[in-house]
Structure formats: C-alpha cells, structure tokens
C-alpha cells in the first residue's frame, strides 16, 4: 500500500520499481472508487483582469482527499490518464463546471465569472464524448457559452487533425477552447489557426522565468504578440509577483491566474472574494471580460 509520513510523502518517497508499481496500483485502484466514496473535490482559482484584479473567471482544479491523506493532481493526473481512469473523472469534473455556471448565473446574472475546466486528451479521443457534454449541458441547464475547456498545448498538436473534427463538434455545442500551458509544446502558426481557439494560456514556467531568464521574456512578448495578433485572449498562469503581473501587462497581456492574486479557493471563499469584490468594485466593465 502508499505509505505517507506525514507531510508530502509522495515527493521524498522514492521507491523501487517493484514499490514504484504498487505505489501506481494503489493509485488507480484508489481513483476507481474516488467518485462514489465522495473523496474527489473541486478548488477554484480565480481568473482576473490583470490591470484591475476584477476577477471574471475560475479554473476547476480537481483535489483528491484519498484514503492515504491527499495526493496532489500532478501525482493522480498523469496516472488517471495513462490507465484511463480520466474519463469517468473529467465527465464528473465537466459536471461540477455545468453546476457551478447554473448557479453562478442565477445568483449574479450577467456579472457571473465564466467558468474554465481541464480536458485530457484521454477524454477527447472517446468516440461519445459531445453527446455526453451535450447531455450533461442540458440536464444542468449551463450556458455553453460561459464554459471554456482548457487543452494543452502538447494535446492539442499531438494530433491536430483528429482534434480539429472533435473540437468543432464541441465549438458547436457552444463551448470555447482554451490552449493550457501555451509555450511548452510546438506549436505550427498554421495547425494553431486553424482550430478553433479563443484563449491562450501562456504556461507558468516562462513566467516565473520572467526576471530570471531573458530567453522567457523573449518567449512571452511573442506568445503575447501571436495572441494579439490572431485575435485570441491571453491570460498569464502563476503570476505571483507584482513585478510580473506589471510586465505582463506592459506586453500587452490582459488577464492573469495566480498566487499574486488568489490561490484555488474553496467554493464559499470564491463566492465571498466574488461578491466582496462586486460590492467593492462597482459593475464590471463588460468590454474587458473574456466573452462580452
Ligand atoms: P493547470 O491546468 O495548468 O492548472 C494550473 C496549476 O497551477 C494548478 O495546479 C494551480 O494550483 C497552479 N497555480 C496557479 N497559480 C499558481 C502560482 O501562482 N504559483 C504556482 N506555483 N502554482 C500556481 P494544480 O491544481 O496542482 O493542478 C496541476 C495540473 O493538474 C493542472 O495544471 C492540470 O493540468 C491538472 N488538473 C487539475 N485538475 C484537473 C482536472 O479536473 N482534469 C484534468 N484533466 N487535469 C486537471
Ligand atoms: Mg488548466
Ligand atoms: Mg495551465
Ligand atoms: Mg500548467
């Protein structure tokens, strides 16, 4: 079984194969029954305009509070995906985004935040994928329009032709694409114009290498100038400084996730942070949220 001492025992245990395989056994086994045994959880960290902080979206971020205490996503993510495990998860996961939009828009009507959700590549190849977001979309009453899926990169070029027939499909149920960790993968301009995108998420590495590495600055003002330019949204995942968020917007990027302005919250600490900040900020200006 997984042993934790306390802490993060995933990041200093370091196993033997044999160990390693178990440890992975544990964790699929674990993953198959998270959904009935009411371990699986959802955090949202806001997404905000950079200038002002005014938050107009939140990514579902999926915790797993286990039998062994909690393990983190980038432990279980990578294991629910190669096992396929992912599936029944980011079904349940697209779930939670549908009833989060329902009742964020009935509560906050036009200012509600959009809601942004991770989709695995493991999910985009099962043949019945757009019936069931259709259906999970109709039963929950969401509003496709306010729901952004977020695809990396490396996903998404894996196999552009494959991709492109499955996200028109989804692009005409009414939901919108987002690139996740834009900069990591390669990217063709050409295979990158041609799927239907809306938002660029410029990966947090080259944002933490800001002021460190100058090769990263380099890459972000041309990730930033390439969005622009194709008429795509940017938003800078990780800012956690104000140095940052400055540069950022001095590139010319307009929104903004991270530490700097809020960690993944709870459910009623986003719904207070959003309301306080409704109270305290006046209307949002409609022109700078990512859809209006
Ligand atoms: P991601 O989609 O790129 O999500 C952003 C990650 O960056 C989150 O990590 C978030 O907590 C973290 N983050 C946000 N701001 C900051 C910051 O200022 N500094 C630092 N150091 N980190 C920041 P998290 O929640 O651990 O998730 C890790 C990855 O796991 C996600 O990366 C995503 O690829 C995957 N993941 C999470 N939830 C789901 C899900 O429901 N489905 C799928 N398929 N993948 C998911
Ligand atoms: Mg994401
Ligand atoms: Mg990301
Ligand atoms: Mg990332």
Known sequence: AVKEDGGDGWRFFSPGQHDQDQQRLAIVNGLRTAIERNELSIRFQPIVVAESGRIVGAELLLRWNSSEG????????????????????????????????????????????????????RQLIKESLVEEFAAILRETGADPARLLLEITETALMADVELNLRILRRLTDLGLRVAVDDFGTGYSSLAQLTR????????????????????????????????????????????VETDAQCLELR???????QGYYFHRPLEEPAFVATLESGLRGGGLPDPALSLYF
């Open 70 to 121: 909690e393990i983190p996503p980038a432990v279980f993510i990578p294991i629910a995906e190669m096992t396929g495990v992912i599936v029944p998860i980011g079904a349940w996961v697209f779930r939670q985004a549908c009833l989060a939009e329902a009742d964020w828009r009935r509560r906050w009507g036009a200012e509600a935040p959009y809601v942004s959700v991770n989709v695995s590549p």
């Open 195 to 238: 799927l239907p995108v809306a938002v660029l998420k410029i990966d947090r590495a080259f944002v933490d290498g800001l002021d460190k590495r100058p090769e990263h600055r380099a890459v972000i003002r041309a990730v930033i100038g390439l969005g622009r330019a194709l008429g795509l949204k940017l938003v800078a995942e990780g």
């Open 250 to 256: 001095a590139h010319g990027c307009e929104f903004a």
